[in-house]
């Protein structure tokens, strides 16, 4: 469902001041729910996620385009804050750690909403692939079952076997211990 014109407008000029908020300070907070300690990797990382969907510059996202290297997959949405904030600690990451990673965000939104998308995404000036989900990823089927919740995140290990799933949001630092945990894990 798209929302009206005006709402959107409304949701667009708010964007740069949500991921602007500031404390009196002037300093950036986030929120409480960002402390949690990360989750520990999956122990079986069980079988490949096989998939694909077209980012919004035309190319695939997809198994083969991510393999090779660990892909953290971010799933969010347009409307939510703390995936705005999700978004952004991903654009950190591939600043932080290119090439030795990969990164993407999936959108779970219909179609219909691409305007948006392209907004979000032209907002956040996010520097890594970014596609729609298709009906079934939505819903929570299809490659990362039971995975529709915003902000999420799915670490891939370099032949696309889900190695971490984290449902909420997690920041750079958190993820990066679950990178330098995932290499360690195979390095042995």
Not at 125 to 139: E, F, G, N, R
Request: proline share 9%.
């Amino acid at each position: 469902m798209r929302p009206p014109a005006p709402l959107l407008a409304c949701a667009l000029l708010a964007l740069p001041l949500a991921l602007g908020c500031a404390g009196g300070d002037g300093a950036t907070r986030e929120p409480a729910s960002a402390e949690r300690p990360p989750a520990p990797a999956l122990p079986a990382r069980g079988p490949v996620r096989t998939f694909s969907y077209e980012t919004l510059d035309g190319r695939e996202l997809s198994t083969a385009t991510l393999a090779g290297r660990l892909s953290v997959i971010g799933f969010v949405a347009t409307y939510d804050v703390a995936s705005q904030a999700e978004a952004r600690f991903l654009a950190g990451l591939v600043r932080d750690h290119t090439p030795r990673i990969n990164a993407a965000l999936l959108v779970l939104e219909a179609e219909e909403n691409r305007p948006l998308v392209e907004a979000f995404v032209s907002a956040l000036k996010l520097p890594y692939p970014v596609a729609l989900a298709d009906a079934a990823t939505i819903a929570g089927e299809g490659p990362f079952s039971g995975l529709h919740h915003v902000p999420s995140v799915v670490i891939l290990d370099a032949e696309g076997r889900e190695a971490f799933r984290h449902v909420g949001l997690i920041t750079q630092e958190a993820l990066e211990e679950v990178l330098r945990g995932i290499e360690r894990e195979g390095a042995r």
